[in-house]
């Protein structure tokens, strides 16, 4: 049993490219994006969607999983679509939170959460641009017949 576990995790990273560490190192951070969300921006104001953390878990999940089949590929697209939806999910239901903060206050940089907020949805974005790159790119090295 151990011995086919091995060898299952011997072949996950046989013949990957750069790229492959790069769509891994962006789903992670793609799921520590979306569990610091779930922290920090759901108890700031109750019209913050559970929706885009549920899209990012489930996209970053995508891609490991994708790629045990060989298919990292179509993980990163799924996991660029789910990233896009939650980041158009996101700025819908948080735009009016700093606006209605804004009237008591006379800094916008006074507003509770403004910088996670903007973060979030920078990091957002940059992951949903990554993962459509890194969708494109190859993920496997060529492996000649005699090798």
Same mark, same amino acid.
């Given at each position: 049993?151990?011995?086919? @576990?091995?060898?299952?995790?011997?072949?996950?990273?046989?013949?990957?490219? *750069?790229?492959?560490?790069?769509?891994?190192?962006?789903?992670?951070?793609?799921?520590?994006?979306?569990?610091? =969300?779930?922290?920090?921006?759901?108890? *700031?104001?109750?019209?913050?969607?559970?929706?885009?953390?549920?899209?990012?878990?489930?996209?970053?999940?995508?891609?490991?999983?994708?790629?045990?089949?060989?298919?990292?590929?179509?993980?990163?697209?799924? @996991?660029?679509?789910?990233?896009?939806?939650?980041?158009?999910? =996101?700025?819908?239901?948080?735009?009016?939170?700093?606006?209605?903060?804004?009237?008591?206050?006379?800094?916008?940089?006074?507003?509770?959460?403004?910088?996670?907020?903007?973060?979030?949805?920078?990091?957002?974005?940059?992951?949903?641009?990554?993962?459509?790159?890194?969708?494109?790119?190859?993920?496997?090295?060529?492996?000649?017949?005699?090798?």
């Amino acid at each position: 049993m151990m011995d086919k @576990m091995l060898d299952l995790l011997k072949n996950y990273f046989k013949n990957r490219t *750069l790229a492959f560490y790069f769509s891994l190192a962006v789903a992670f951070l793609t799921l520590i994006t979306g569990i610091i =969300y779930a922290a920090i921006i759901l108890p *700031l104001d109750y019209r913050a969607s559970i929706f885009p953390v549920i899209m990012l878990i489930i996209g970053a999940l995508l891609v490991p999983i994708f790629a045990l089949f060989r298919m990292t590929r179509i993980g990163l697209g799924c @996991m660029s679509l789910l990233t896009f939806f939650a980041f158009v999910l =996101y700025l819908m239901s948080i735009y009016e939170y700093p606006i209605e903060q804004a009237m008591g206050v006379s800094d916008v940089w006074e507003i509770k959460g403004i910088v996670s907020i903007i973060v979030i949805a920078v990091l957002m974005f940059i992951f949903f641009v990554a993962s459509n790159v890194l969708a494109y790119i190859k993920q496997e090295k060529l492996v000649l017949e005699g090798e």
